[in-house]
């Protein structure tokens, strides 16, 4: 009767522990370490670039289409302390135009715009100049009613 209770008590602490199977998830027992990764090495460093610093820059289009539809300018300079200054500008197929030239500074940002667009008027709002010169369109000639289908 003593064999057949120690043999019991064996049988239960056998069943009872854990079984630590290599392929088996690593469920209540401590995590190993991650493997070391390293990225892996194209034979340059990159560049250590701090994009939160203001840098100097330069840039500019100036596009116009094969048939003279329209014409599009831009250009704009960064002195690297965060003061900018360009223009910008359109003109259509007709000439109507709009040319922008801003500074953005320590004073603000301020706009001057030229332009010949029909129903503007030489005004100043918020800190803007507006130059005005609209063209003028007479109506289209009217010869009489409608056409009969």
């Given at each position: 009767?003593?064999?057949?209770?120690?043999?019991?008590?064996?049988?239960?602490?056998?069943?009872?522990?854990?079984?630590?199977?290599?392929?088996?998830?690593?469920?209540?027992?401590?995590?190993?370490?991650?493997?070391?990764?390293?990225?892996?090495?194209?034979?340059?460093?990159?560049?250590?670039?701090?994009?939160?610093?203001p840098t100097p820059?330069?840039?500019?289009?100036?596009?116009?289409?094969?048939?003279?539809?329209?014409?599009?300018?831009?250009?704009?300079?960064?002195?690297?302390?965060?003061?900018?200054?360009?223009?910008?500008?359109?003109?259509?197929?007709?000439?109507?135009?709009?040319?922008?030239?801003?500074?953005?500074?320590?004073?603000?940002?301020?706009?001057?715009?030229?332009?010949?667009?029909?129903?503007?008027?030489?005004?100043?709002?918020?800190?803007?100049?507006?130059?005005?010169?609209?063209?003028?369109?007479?109506?289209?000639?009217?010869?009489?009613?409608?056409?009969?289908?």
């Amino acid at each position: 009767m003593f064999k057949l209770a120690v043999v019991a008590i064996l049988f239960a602490v056998a069943c009872a522990a854990p079984y630590y199977s290599p392929y088996a998830p690593a469920y209540g027992r401590g995590y190993a370490p991650a493997p070391a990764y390293s990225a892996p090495s194209y034979g340059y460093a990159a560049p250590a670039y701090d994009y939160a610093v203001p840098t100097p820059y330069e840039y500019g289009y100036d596009i116009a289409g094969d048939y003279g539809e329209f014409k599009q300018n831009r250009k704009e300079a960064g002195d690297g302390k965060g003061n900018v200054q360009g223009s910008y500008g359109y003109t259509d197929a007709h000439g109507i135009y709009r040319q922008v030239d801003y500074v953005a500074d320590a004073y603000g940002f301020r706009a001057n715009v030229k332009t010949n667009e029909p129903g503007t008027d030489n005004q100043n709002p918020a800190d803007v100049h507006i130059q005005a010169n609209p063209a003028q369109y007479a109506p289209a000639p009217h010869y009489g009613g409608y056409p009969r289908y």
